[in-house]
């Protein structure tokens, strides 16, 4: 069974510019999430979607944004980028087993912002 | 709650167990998770427990509450090279959202 991908592997991107990562989840998971891993401030959660809906959103600007699709692809948008926003994207889908949610990652889009 | 707190790092030799600590803080029944993350990789999921359990053993791997204490650790038995990595314990909290603590290094020495 295909893990979780995620397309660019990495990325270079200048300060006030916009960028786009996307993500598949494993086949048959409807809910992906995103999450920020940036030097010194750990893993952050920024975003869920379950349906096509966004279900819940971290405490980040709304310069972060994002979809997902039908087929349940997502896209993570940043626009206006500044140079703290560089980091690890990790994206990550869900099944439920009875009551738990197991998140699964993807193996996440470094993107550095110069 | 949204803290989730371990020790930083950890060194054992081949062959011992090592056991990494992480506190939590959420009050309320939820999943907590253990992830290993290897260099320049994503994070793969080790194994949960929910916080009513005491324990919970997965081959190498056993994991242990202290509800009183908010208190959980992942214990690996005969730890090799290969486990060398960053381990994060998380917290599942409303919306799905799980808050992760800051990671801890476990260097295994051959």
């Known amino acids: 069974e295909a893990g979780v991908t995620q397309s660019p592997t990495h990325l270079i991107k200048t300060r006030g510019q916009q960028v786009t990562l996307r993500c598949s989840p494993i086949s048959g998971h409807t809910s992906v999430y995103w999450y920020q891993q940036a030097l010194g401030l750990g893993l952050q959660f920024l975003l869920w979607y379950d349906e096509g809906e966004e279900r819940n959103r971290g405490n980040f600007p709304p310069r972060f944004s994002g979809r997902q699709f039908p087929n349940y692809s997502s896209e993570l948008n940043v626009n206006a980028l500044e140079l703290e926003d560089s980091a690890l994207y990790l994206c990550?889908?869900?099944?439920?087993?009875?009551?738990?949610?197991?998140?699964?990652f993807g193996p996440g889009t470094r993107l550095t912002v110069t | 709650g949204e803290d989730v707190e371990q020790s930083l790092f950890l060194s054992v030799r081949e062959g011992d167990s090592s056991v990494i600590n992480c506190t939590y803080t959420?009050?309320?029944?939820?999943?907590l998770y253990w992830y290993k993350q290897e260099p320049g990789a994503g994070l793969q999921l080790l194994t949960y427990?929910?916080?009513?359990?005491d324990m919970k053993q997965d081959q190498r791997l056993t994991v242990l509450l202290n509800k009183k204490d908010k208190h959980l650790s992942l214990r690996i038995a005969d730890t090799q090279t290969g486990d060398s990595a960053i381990y994060f314990c998380a917290e599942m909290e409303y919306g799905n959202k799980l808050v992760f603590g800051a990671g801890t290094i476990l260097r295994v020495k051959s």
């Open positions: 959420d009050s309320s029944s939820t999943y």
């Open positions: 990550a889908s869900s099944t439920r087993t009875g009551a738990v949610i197991e998140q699964y």
């Open positions: 427990i929910f916080s009513n359990m």
